[in-house]
């Protein structure tokens, strides 16, 4: 059988020419390519890979002894408990509500739903110190609420569940704004088929979404962690800095610099570069399990 391009060589002439004008849209010297590549590794190690290398230089400049002193200290580890503590408690209610929301973008049409999106981008707009502010002006003492929390004896802002607030704010968006263009992407024929032979709800997410979105969670997940454990600004208005109480890691770290303890800084500091570098392998690897999963569904739909 003659092919396509063969029995009409109208088409053959322009789809070698596409060939050709792509080709040539990408063309560049060698020199052009090399200096691009030049600049983006100089960006790279100034801005990025020597601020990571003096971290690490500063914090072991004294010797291990030092390092491990200033991370073995009392009001460091209480810093890493109270940081754990913070993204133990917000990662995983923002999974349930990132998941929630998504779901609820990408299947149905409601009303509201273009101001819910809204509101899901809203701490990407709004400073985190704002943020602090705001939750001081509903639960500080001279607060809205102030005066029915003291009479309860609850505390909320210099205590931590101000500190969880502030973290579950600042986080809120990075699993919904992964989940919702992926399943809007992925559409609902395999969920519509699913509930067409049978399956309940909980079955058709259980056994049909959630394994065609777990790459996409995980990486949310693991961006929501990473800025959890890495917020500054709103934590450090509502926290009230109490050494061994209500501060988390980057204030304990504001806290020893400003006392010119800059290897305990550096120490400190080192585990959030670290945090940071974990964080960087699983989104690599998680990138590289979702381009394995989307050629294997793009090798099944071919097939």
Do not use: C
Not at 17 to 37: F, G, M, P, Q
Not at 187 to 211: N, Y
């Amino acid at each position: 059988m003659m092919s396509a391009t063969l029995a009409h060589p109208a088409l053959a002439a322009v789809s070698s020419r596409r060939h050709y004008e792509d080709n040539t849209a990408t063309r560049e010297s060698a020199a052009v390519k090399w200096l691009i590549v030049s600049i983006s590794l100089l960006f790279f190690a100034a801005f990025l890979l020597l601020p990571l290398v003096t971290v690490f230089v500063e914090a072991l400049r004294r010797g291990w002894d030092v390092y491990l002193a200033a991370i073995i200290e009392p009001d460091a580890l209480s810093a890493v408990k109270l940081t754990l503590l913070a993204a133990v408690i917000a990662v995983p209610l923002n999974l349930v509500f990132g998941v929630s929301a998504a779901w609820a973008i990408a299947r149905f049409e409601f009303r509201g739903k273009q101001f819910l999106i809204t509101l899901i981008d809203l701490p990407f707009s709004v400073s985190p110190v704002v943020a602090g502010l705001i939750y001081i002006l509903l639960f500080g003492s001279q607060g809205w609420l102030g005066p029915w929390l003291a009479e309860h004896d609850l505390k909320i802002v210099f205590a931590v569940p101000g500190i969880v607030l502030a973290t579950v704010f600042v986080t809120f968006p990075f699993v919904a704004r992964e989940l919702i263009p992926l399943m809007q992407a992925q559409g609902k024929d395999e969920e519509e088929a699913a509930i067409v032979l049978g399956a309940s709800g909980w079955q058709t997410f259980w056994h049909v979404t959630l394994p065609n979105i777990r790459w996409g969670l995980l990486y949310g997940v693991v961006l929501s962690n990473a800025r959890a454990m890495g917020e500054f600004g709103a934590v450090s208005v509502v926290s009230g800095h109490i050494r061994g109480l209500t501060n988390t890691l980057p204030l304990q770290i504001e806290i020893l610099y400003n006392e010119y303890q800059f290897a305990a800084a550096f120490a400190v500091a080192s585990l959030l570069a670290l945090l940071a570098l974990v964080t960087l392998v699983l989104k690599s690897f998680i990138d590289w399990r979702a381009a394995l999963a989307a050629n294997d569904q793009n090798k099944e739909s071919v097939q």
